[in-house]
């Protein structure tokens, strides 16, 4: 039986098998694969093919980490105190508020990390199968031992495979087994002895394919693979940490210490002037429990995971959250254009062949249209060069098209699709042409070589088709092919006004040859590809820019971002398509474009200068976008980068956010992305910008608003206990507000919509402070007026009301949480009015307010309240003096933004 997921390797080596002995134990067909129905069988017999992720840590343990905070010890080591002197009920309730605090963080964490998992499940690796004789793409955890893989280029390797047909395959195995340089494969059978590392017949699960194409078999899945183990010990618990938490954190801890220092100083001299020290304690943990913003670090953490759910329905997966934070930042977009910037549907519009040109009728994938030239349909079969240029662009092609839901679908390569539909028109059907000239070898198309070549039988002779980059065919051609098929002198200088005429119109041009060799022939080397070669024509193909991009390209230069070009096609091709989608500065007739060529011949030092001046790069080799992204960030721009091959991977890494193509994208390019598009779309990533900019308005919302929450607290008391006055507020008083405000009322703020002029904006600054002057100052200005008001409540009821010591520390308990209810509507745009941003955009806010107030009430009528918070019923009188006093700070603020910002002029501006 094969290995599967629940079980171990079998104890003899596939790799020392023959090919036929492997397809009979596993009870396949290396041909045609496994039948539906065996697979539905092998499915429900052995599984997905899923690793086991390493199990984090159990419930109970997630739940007693709650309490592994400094503060919590503090919480703890007072309630214990106050239970020692008798204060049952306020211990109880301290002791409460603990626990409450502990359930509700362990839930919200629980919900955070599982939102992460979700996503990342979104993300799934994909493999290319051959069952009952017929390619599909599936999830590869539907693969099943048995299986026929196909690989190619770019690939990860979805499961471990004895391979049994290889072109030039090479595989990078360094996470495997440490092997630097990638391992070429062949079909060997090797000696049972032989050690992982030497094993070239097998390619491993996780793996990476670098080059060549191959086919296999699937002999382990899921935990039963050589990397199972691997990716097992890397696995573990999502982590929910991010640069802008961990700076939150460390000024928590740092509030944390200097609040401790106040209130032991606070004990110190109310002690010394003849208080005594139970009431200076009890004091000291009002202090504490009042100014120590103790769910900030929670709550943050909270914020962001909900904008990664955010994102994931504007189509942008996130797979690591301190993108959210960085996409508010990002100030350059290196941006592909193929597929991202345009529609990926290629077609073929222009054919020089024989000397003439043909131009082609219809678009996308529909095969419907004509063939035209001079404005007459022509047939192919009259003209032999443009068929023998088709048929070079048919048989030289891996890619097919098929028919579902009524409408034709590209499996493969948009380009050779392109070709394979420019064929169809003249009447070369993929499957009857390859039938007639049946495929012997082939070599893939490389980056490096930018071509691809087939040898076919059928006939006396063996035919060599080649298709790729003009510069790479031309070279190695010595005569052309004439419009009735004979051989004539190469013209190489009309070939090469040619390509820059359909280049100048944004046309993709590809030159295709063939070469005649020996019936003989079995085998395709570069050998045979490297001269003699007979030129058929060019094929001028268009992707036609995205309208959404057009669009997206104007709103992120409106937002101060600049969008750069960088892609593998001729320059002529990618300046027409630059200036088609808007690249180019207001009012320019032309725009720069930089070669690959041209910035190997520039240093690192000059570079940066001219990647900033820049907005195109064309023929850049995929190792010169990591040049490009360091050269961008030596400046201090915050680089966003798409990429979707195994080369793109160390520039997605380097840069700032590496951004991923959930399409077509390999999979390496997506292990290596902060973000993954699910539809490959440039608008996605303008989309994703502003949503990344939305919440982080959201974040610094909330953190400006629950600074005066804190500090008023924790200034009431330390006023109290410095100034020999009675409490106006007790710990466990302080406890109910900070524990209510922060659930009721902060997190509404997570739900503000974008404020408008969000994306006219310049581009964030990463290191400005979260608390910039002006915010300082504001927060002082609420921080005041809630003391202020909580003293003067706090004496007129006791003394002018005539209530009792119960009743005004009711009224300031109400009064603290009616200024931060106040200032939560003022918060939620800070720096344009309310009045302008619309009362009712925010449900929430209402909601959460509206729930407050109901708290409140139960809070001073409930008896049960009573006793557990030493609260008591209030009066009419004192509710609207309560009310007075947030009412005052909400004027406030609102006054002080007019003064600073004044009517409109906030809009699309941040409060530095």
Same mark, same amino acid.
């Given at each position: 039986?094969?290995?599967?997921?629940? /079980?171990?390797?079998?104890?003899?080596?596939?790799?020392?098998?023959?090919?036929?002995?492997?397809?009979?134990?596993?009870?396949?067909?290396?041909?045609?694969?496994?039948?539906?129905?065996?697979?539905?069988?092998?499915?429900?017999?052995?599984?997905?093919?899923?690793?086991?992720?390493?199990?984090?840590?159990?419930?109970?343990?997630?739940?007693?980490?709650?309490?592994?905070?400094?503060?919590?010890?503090?919480?703890?080591?007072?309630?214990?105190?106050?239970?020692?002197?008798?204060?049952?009920?306020? $211990?109880?309730?301290?002791?409460?508020?603990?626990?409450?605090?502990?359930?509700?963080?362990?839930?919200?964490?629980?919900?955070?990390?599982?939102?992460?998992?979700?996503?990342?499940?979104?993300?799934?690796?994909?493999?290319?199968?051959?069952?009952?004789?017929?390619?599909?793409?599936?999830? $590869?955890?539907?693969?099943?031992?048995?299986?026929?893989?196909?690989?190619?280029?770019?690939?990860?390797?979805?499961?471990?495979?004895?391979?049994?047909?290889?072109?030039?395959?090479?595989?990078?195995?360094?996470?495997?087994?440490?092997?630097?340089?990638?391992?070429?494969?062949?079909?060997?059978?090797?000696?049972?002895?032989?050690?992982?590392?030497?094993?070239?017949?097998?390619?491993?699960?996780?793996?990476?394919?670098? &080059?060549?194409?191959?086919?296999?078999?699937?002999?382990?899945?899921?935990? =039963?693979?050589?990397?199972?183990?691997?990716?097992?010990?890397?696995?573990?618990?999502?982590?929910?940490?991010?640069?802008?938490?961990?700076?939150?954190?460390?000024?928590?801890?740092?509030?944390?210490?200097?609040?401790?220092?106040?209130?032991?100083?606070?004990?110190?001299?109310?002690?010394?002037?003849?208080?005594?020290?139970?009431?200076?304690?009890?004091? &000291?943990?009002?202090?504490?429990?009042?100014?120590?913003?103790?769910?900030?670090?929670?709550?943050?953490?909270?914020?962001?995971?909900?904008?990664?759910?955010?994102? =994931?329905?504007?189509?942008?997966?996130?797979?690591?959250?301190?993108?959210?934070?960085?996409?508010?930042?990002?100030?350059?977009?290196?941006?592909?254009?193929?597929?991202?910037?345009?529609?990926?549907?290629?077609?073929?519009?222009?054919?020089?062949?024989?000397?003439?040109?043909?131009?082609?009728?219809?678009?996308?994938?529909?095969?419907?249209?004509?063939?035209?030239?001079?404005?007459?349909?022509?047939?192919?079969?009259?003209?032999?060069?443009?068929?023998?240029?088709?048929?070079?662009?048919?048989?030289?092609?891996?890619?097919?098209?098929?028919?579902?839901?009524?409408?034709?679908? +590209?499996?493969?390569?948009?380009?050779?699709?392109?070709?394979?539909?420019?064929?169809?028109?003249?009447?070369?059907?993929?499957?009857? =042409?390859?039938?007639?000239?049946?495929?012997?070898?082939?070599?893939?198309?490389?980056?490096?070589? +930018?071509?691809?070549?087939?040898?076919?039988?059928?006939?006396?002779?063996?035919?060599?088709?080649?298709?790729?980059?003009?510069?790479?065919?031309?070279?190695?051609?010595?005569?052309?092919?004439?419009?009735?098929?004979?051989?004539?002198?190469?013209?190489?200088?009309?070939?090469?006004?040619?390509?820059?005429?359909?280049?100048?119109?944004?046309?993709?041009?590809?030159?295709?040859?063939?070469?005649?060799?020996?019936?003989?022939?079995?085998?395709?080397?570069?050998?045979?590809?490297? /001269?003699?070669?007979?030129?058929?024509?060019?094929?001028?193909?268009?992707?036609?820019?995205?309208?959404?991009?057009?669009?997206?390209?104007?709103?992120?230069?409106?937002?101060?971002?600049?969008?750069?070009?960088?892609?593998?096609?001729?320059?002529?091709?990618?300046?027409?398509?630059?200036?088609?989608?808007?690249?180019?500065?207001?009012?320019?007739?032309?725009?720069?474009?930089?070669?690959?060529?041209?910035?190997?011949?520039?240093?690192?030092?000059?570079?940066?200068?001219?990647?900033?001046?820049?907005?195109?790069?064309?023929?850049?080799?995929?190792?010169?976008?990591?040049?490009?992204?360091?050269?961008?960030? &030596?400046?201090?721009?915050?680089?966003?980068?798409?990429?979707?091959?195994?080369?793109?991977?160390?520039?997605?890494?380097?840069?700032?956010?590496?951004?991923?193509?959930?399409?077509?994208?390999?999979?390496?390019?997506?292990?290596?992305?902060? +973000?993954?598009?699910?539809?490959?779309?440039?608008?996605?990533?303008?989309?994703?910008?502003?949503?990344?900019?939305?919440?982080?308005?959201?974040?610094?919302?909330?953190?400006?608003?629950?600074?005066?929450?804190?500090?008023?607290?924790?200034?009431?008391?330390?006023?109290?206990?410095?100034?020999?006055?009675?409490?106006?507020?007790?710990?466990?008083?302080?406890?109910?507000?900070?524990?209510?405000?922060?659930?009721?009322?902060?997190?509404?703020?997570?739900?503000?919509?974008?404020?408008?002029?969000?994306?006219?904006?310049?581009?964030?600054?990463?290191?400005?402070?979260?608390?910039?002057?002006?915010?300082?100052?504001?927060?002082?200005?609420?921080?005041?007026?809630?003391?202020?008001?909580?003293?003067?409540?706090?004496?007129?009821?006791?003394?002018?009301?005539?209530?009792?010591?119960?009743?005004?520390?009711?009224?300031?308990?109400?009064?603290?949480?009616?200024?931060?209810?106040?200032?939560?509507?003022?918060?939620? $745009?800070?720096?344009? $009015?309310?009045?302008?941003?619309?009362?009712?955009?925010?449900?929430?806010?209402?909601?959460?307010?509206?729930?407050?107030?109901?708290?409140?009430?139960?809070?001073?009528?409930?008896?049960?309240?009573?006793?557990?918070?030493?609260?008591?019923?209030?009066?009419?009188?004192?509710?609207?003096?309560?009310?007075?006093?947030?009412?005052?700070?909400?004027?406030?603020?609102?006054? /002080?933004?007019?003064?600073?910002?004044?009517?409109?002029?906030?809009?699309?501006?941040?409060?530095?």
């Amino acid at each position: 039986m094969p290995a599967t997921s629940e /079980e171990p390797p079998l104890a003899h080596g596939w790799h020392a098998l023959e090919i036929r002995e492997v397809a009979g134990s596993l009870g396949t067909d290396e041909t045609s694969g496994l039948d539906a129905g065996e697979v539905a069988r092998r499915v429900e017999l052995h599984g997905p093919n899923l690793v086991t992720a390493k199990s984090g840590a159990p419930p109970w343990l997630r739940f007693l980490l709650q309490f592994h905070q400094p503060l919590v010890y503090i919480l703890l080591a007072a309630g214990a105190i106050t239970a020692f002197l008798g204060e049952y009920v306020d $211990s109880a309730v301290i002791f409460g508020a603990v626990i409450i605090n502990a359930i509700v963080g362990f839930i919200q964490e629980a919900k955070a990390e599982k939102a992460i998992e979700a996503l990342s499940r979104m993300v799934v690796t994909a493999a290319t199968v051959r069952r009952g004789g017929r390619k599909f793409r599936i999830p $590869s955890a539907e693969l099943v031992p048995g299986d026929v893989v196909l690989l190619q280029s770019g690939d990860l390797v979805p499961a471990d495979l004895r391979l049994v047909s290889v072109t030039s395959l090479q595989v990078d195995e360094s996470a495997l087994t440490g092997e630097s340089m990638p391992v070429q494969k062949a079909l060997v059978v090797l000696a049972p002895e032989t050690s992982l590392a030497d094993r070239r017949n097998l390619t491993f699960a996780g793996t990476h394919v670098t &080059s060549g194409q191959a086919e296999g078999l699937v002999f382990a899945i899921g935990n =039963a693979t050589e990397t199972g183990r691997i990716a097992r010990m890397l696995a573990g618990t999502v982590e929910l940490s991010t640069p802008l938490t961990r700076k939150i954190t460390a000024l928590s801890r740092l509030l944390l210490w200097l609040i401790l220092g106040l209130a032991a100083l606070g004990f110190v001299v109310g002690v010394m002037r003849g208080e005594k020290a139970v009431d200076m304690f009890m004091a &000291s943990v009002a202090l504490a429990v009042g100014a120590i913003p103790e769910g900030l670090p929670a709550a943050v953490t909270i914020v962001l995971a909900i904008g990664v759910k955010r994102l =994931a329905r504007r189509r942008a997966i996130i797979r690591k959250l301190p993108a959210v934070e960085t996409l508010g930042a990002t100030t350059v977009i290196c941006s592909d254009k193929t597929g991202t910037l345009t529609e990926n549907q290629m077609t073929v519009q222009r054919i020089f062949a024989g000397g003439k040109i043909y131009t082609l009728t219809g678009t996308g994938y529909d095969p419907v249209g004509d063939l035209l030239h001079a404005g007459a349909i022509v047939d192919p079969d009259k003209h032999p060069a443009l068929r023998e240029c088709l048929r070079a662009g048919v048989l030289c092609n891996d890619s097919e098209l098929t028919l579902a839901d009524g409408r034709p679908h +590209m499996q493969g390569d948009p380009t050779e699709a392109a070709l394979l539909v420019a064929g169809a028109k003249g009447g070369l059907v993929h499957a009857e =042409a390859v039938g007639a000239s049946p495929r012997l070898d082939m070599i893939p198309f490389e980056s490096e070589h +930018m071509f691809r070549a087939t040898l076919h039988g059928g006939g006396a002779a063996r035919t060599i088709y080649k298709v790729g980059a003009v510069e790479q065919l031309l070279e190695r051609c010595s005569d052309q092919l004439a419009e009735d098929g004979s051989l004539t002198p190469l013209d190489v200088a009309e070939i090469h006004r040619r390509v820059e005429a359909f280049a100048a119109d944004g046309l993709r041009v590809l030159a295709l040859a063939r070469r005649h060799v020996d019936a003989d022939h079995d085998e395709l080397s570069h050998e045979h590809v490297k /001269e003699g070669l007979t030129f058929l024509g060019l094929q001028g193909m268009i992707d036609p820019p995205r309208k959404e991009a057009v669009a997206a390209i104007a709103c992120c230069r409106t937002a101060g971002i600049r969008v750069k070009m960088i892609t593998g096609d001729h320059a002529i091709t990618a300046r027409a398509v630059a200036l088609q989608i808007g690249l180019a500065d207001e009012g320019a007739v032309g725009i720069r474009v930089v070669t690959g060529r041209e910035l190997e011949a520039i240093s690192d030092e000059a570079l940066p200068d001219l990647a900033l001046a820049t907005e195109v790069f064309a023929r850049v080799a995929p190792e010169q976008k990591l040049r490009l992204v360091r050269a961008l960030q &030596s400046r201090g721009q915050i680089v966003a980068m798409t990429g979707d091959g195994v080369n793109d991977a160390p520039a997605l890494k380097q840069s700032d956010i590496g951004i991923a193509m959930g399409i077509s994208g390999t999979d390496v390019a997506k292990g290596a992305a902060d +973000m993954i598009l699910t539809d490959d779309h440039f608008a996605t990533i303008a989309a994703a910008v502003e949503e990344g900019r939305g919440v982080f308005d959201n974040l610094r919302k909330f953190i400006i608003w629950t600074l005066p929450t804190s500090l008023g607290g924790g200034c009431i008391v330390l006023l109290a206990m410095l100034l020999g006055f009675t409490l106006p507020v007790l710990p466990v008083q302080l406890l109910w507000v900070n524990m209510t405000t922060a659930l009721l009322l902060g997190l509404m703020l997570v739900f503000e919509p974008k404020e408008p002029g969000l994306m006219q904006r310049p581009p964030r600054d990463p290191a400005k402070p979260l608390l910039t002057f002006p915010l300082f100052m504001r927060t002082g200005l609420v921080t005041l007026i809630m003391v202020a008001g909580a003293y003067w409540l706090f004496h007129y009821e006791s003394g002018v009301a005539g209530e009792t010591l119960a009743g005004a520390r009711t009224a300031v308990v109400n009064v603290v949480v009616g200024v931060e209810m106040a200032y939560l509507f003022c918060c939620r $745009s800070l720096n344009r $009015s309310i009045f302008r941003i619309g009362f009712w955009t925010n449900r929430f806010a209402f909601l959460g307010a509206v729930t407050m107030i109901a708290a409140q009430l139960l809070y001073t009528y409930a008896p049960v309240m009573n006793r557990l918070f030493h609260s008591t019923p209030l009066p009419l009188e004192s509710w609207l003096r309560v009310a007075a006093v947030a009412l005052a700070a909400f004027v406030a603020v609102e006054f /002080e933004k007019w003064v600073r910002f004044g009517g409109k002029r906030g809009e699309g501006k941040e409060l530095e």
